[in-house]
């Protein structure tokens, strides 16, 4: 079935120190999204991507869509504390007919800790 | 964008007991899908509620277990029935509009004892 496999499952890293996290799917996708939840909180959109080799950035957060549109990263420079968080990507969940109607399957998490 | 409001926030319940959640979306939406986060896990969609017809549930998860409501456009309710300790999550509702970004609820944070 389709899945989507997020690795590394945790990052501790220090203030100030790079992260990237890397999300890889079984399948061609759409698109792919990502989400950050904070400790306690709920998912949070951060991006969506559609092209193939893809890359947008958003200050500090760069985020590309392999050329197959079956892999992408999330790289975050210079970490803060405020960071903290678990980043999930997440793609269309598809039913029987190949449409997903909004549906999501999501990526395992990466859990970012930053020490300060 | 959308506001959902989401509860309870939390709760602590008795096994073999069910409780119902509620979803209310600040605007009309097509979909309301259910979403389930094991401690420590990812999320897994349950299931999809629609307005006028029977929710469609993922592999995995039935109707008698977790029946879902959805009497409008900004409303739907999951319970969760006859709750044992693996039914221990965190419950979130979530809309997809126009099929990009989503948007989910605070979440309720279920404890089974």
């Known amino acids: 079935g389709q899945q989507v496999m997020q690795i590394p499952q945790y990052q501790h890293v220090q203030e100030g120190e790079d992260f990237t996290t890397y999300c890889n799917s079984s399948?061609?996708?759409?698109?792919i999204q990502w989400y950050k939840q904070r400790p306690g909180g709920h998912p949070v959109f951060l991006i969506q991507?559609?092209?193939?080799?893809e890359v947008k950035k958003q200050k500090r957060l760069t985020f590309q869509f392999g050329e197959a549109k079956k892999n992408s990263s999330l790289h975050i420079t210079a970490t803060q504390t405020t960071d903290v968080g678990t980043y999930f990507c997440a793609g269309p969940l598809l039913g029987a007919g190949g449409t997903s109607y909004g549906k999501l399957t999501f990526g395992q998490g990466t859990i970012l800790t930053v020490h300060p | 964008s959308a506001v959902i409001s989401q509860k309870p926030s939390r709760d602590i319940c008795q096994r073999g007991t069910s409780l119902t959640i509620q979803c209310q979306v600040d605007?009309?939406?097509?979909?309301m899908f259910w979403y389930r986060q094991q401690p420590g896990q990812s999320l897994t969609l349950i299931a999809t509620a629609n307005q006028g017809s029977e929710a469609t549930y993922e592999s995995g998860f039935v109707i008698d277990k977790f029946p879902i409501s959805r009497p409008n456009l900004t409303f739907s309710t999951l319970t969760v029935s006859n709750m044992s300790p693996e039914d221990s999550s965190i419950y979130l509702c979530s809309v997809n509009l126009l099929n990009t970004e989503a948007f989910f609820g605070q979440g309720t944070r279920l404890t089974v004892v």
């Open positions: 605007s009309q939406v097509t979909m």
């Open positions: 399948t061609t996708l759409s698109n």
């Open positions: 991507l559609v092209k193939s080799g």
